[in-house]
T-cell receptor
Framework: QKEVEQDPGPLSVPEGAIVSLNCTYS??????FMWYRQYSRKGPELLMY????GNKEDGRFTAQVDKSSKYISLFIRDSQPSDSATYLC????????????FGTGTRLQVTL | NAGVTQTPKFRILKIGQSMTLQCTQD?????MYWYRQDPGMGLKLIYY???????DKGEVPNGYNVSRSTTEDFPLRLELAAPSQTSVYFC????????????FGDGTRLSIL
């Protein structure tokens, strides 16, 4: 079993839709949760970063972590064609030297 | 405002050749990482470094070597390139405290034929 599971998609939605992207993880020691956005032929860029359970909102993006069910989500409101990218969830344990564990990424296409 | 810079962006190698992928960061970050990204497989950690002179293996280190002589630079060396090393390679860095996120370069696309 992979430590972080993510549906690879592709997910296609019309412009203006609400998008829900999800990951599950197995290691209860994970404390930090991240969402990276990766455009084609570019490196991952940090989109959202949360610690422990709860919600975090930044403009049209909301990250949600439920540690009891080991489930992390990213919601995109009013999706735009510019949101078309691959979204990678990542997580890590506490500790200075801890390393990131990534999901495989979900490819999102927002159509006009 | 360069961040993490990787060179070259693209390269084609023949089997058995060697090359060095360059990575430099201007954020004075202690931690640096090398990943490879294969289709449908996510990012796999090859090597990482916690500071100049200190490196350690990640999940998939075989066939690669690294060095860290300065804080800024973290080159990745491929010796005796094999087709299985065809991939996109990403370098990342982060600050010293545990809650700092990683920042990525734009990658090197490497094909080995």
């Amino acid at each position: 079993q992979k430590e972080v599971e993510q549906d690879p998609g592709p997910l296609s939605v019309p412009e203006g839709a609400i998008v829900s992207l999800n990951c599950t993880y197995s290691n209860s020691a994970f404390q930090y949760f991240m969402w990276y956005r990766q455009y084609s032929r570019k490196g991952p860029e940090l989109l959202m970063y949360t610690y422990s359970s709860g919600n975090k909102e930044d403009g049209r993006f909301t990250a949600q972590v439920d540690k009891s069910s080991k489930y992390i989500s990213l919601f995109i409101r009013d999706s735009q064609p510019s949101d078309s990218a691959t979204y990678l969830c990542a997580t890590k344990t506490d500790g200075t030297a801890s390393k990131l564990t990534f999901g495989t990424g979900t490819r999102l296409q927002v159509t006009l | 405002n360069a961040g993490v810079t990787q060179t070259p962006k693209f390269r084609i190698l023949k089997i058995g050749q060697s090359m060095t992928l360059q990575c430099t960061q201007d954020m004075n970050h202690n931690y640096m990482y090398w990943y490879r990204q294969d289709p449908g497989m996510g990012l796999k950690l090859i090597y990482y470094s916690v500071g100049a002179g200190i490196t350690d293996k990640g999940e998939v280190p075989n066939g690669y070597n690294v060095s860290r002589s300065t804080t800024e630079d973290f080159p990745l060396r491929l010796e005796l390139a094999a087709p299985s090393q065809t991939s996109v390679y990403f370098c990342a860095s982060r600050g010293a405290t545990g809650d700092q996120p990683q920042h990525f370069g734009d990658g090197t696309r490497l094909s080995i034929l």
